[in-house]
Each structure stands twice: as C-alpha cells, then as structure tokens.
Nanobody, 121 residues
C-alpha cells in the first residue's frame, strides 16, 4: 500500500491551500484517514481525521480553518486549509488505516511521504 500526498507549497498568511492524498495498492477497504503535521523541532500532531462514514475530528488549533474530506471510491483524502498562519508551517503527512486484500481481519496504518506547507508572514 502506498500513500501519495500532494498540494503543499508556499503561501502568505491568510491564504489557502488544498492537500490531497491517494492510497493505492493491495487495498480491500480504507477505514480512518487523517492528516498530521510536524514542524521543525516539534512532535508530529494530528490536525484532522475522517472516518469512512464521514465523522470528523479537529483539534482546537485548526477548527474552523481546516476541513477534511474524502472520496471513498478513489481512496483519496483532502485537507482544505484557509486563513493559514505562520504557525501552520510544517510537513504535512497523510495517514490511512487500511484493510488489505490478504489480511481482512485487521487494518494497518500507512503513511504518506509528507508535503511541505510554508506560510510566510
């Protein structure tokens, strides 16, 4: 299973970006999909999570500014980010819990390669 993230870049404070992440490979079903971020010198943190049925979770730091959505038919998750702040600067990683074709009793966690978001002040 591979996760390919895209959409990062340089944006001014107050601007917007949309990240995408596609899961591919030996997939039977994708359960939770999520976005994390890691700023230099900081631990990786969760910024948004979406269940297969559409339930979402956001920490207070991004609530109202970030929106996660997914297309189950395409095994794709998106992160729409608005009103970006310099403190949102980080490498953003997508994560998916995947049930593979050959191990359908469990789901396993897979990570994308990360995409850099830089917000200038």
């Amino acid at each position: 299973v591979q996760l390919q993230a895209s959409g990062g870049g340089l944006v001014q404070a107050g601007g917007s970006l949309r990240l995408s992440c596609v899961a591919s490979g030996n997939i039977f079903k994708v359960n939770d999909m999520a976005w994390y971020r890691q700023a230099p010198g900081k631990e990786r943190e969760l910024v948004a999570r979406a269940s297969r049925t559409g339930d979402t979770y956001y920490p207070e730091s991004v609530k109202g500014r970030f929106t996660i959505s997914r297309d189950n038919a395409k095994n794709t998750v998106y992160l729409q980010m608005i009103s970006l702040k310099p403190e949102d600067t980080a490498v953003y990683y997508c994560n998916a819990r995947v049930v593979t074709m050959d191990a359908r009793l469990y789901d396993y966690s897979f990570w994308g390669q990360g995409t850099l978001v830089t917000v200038s002040s």
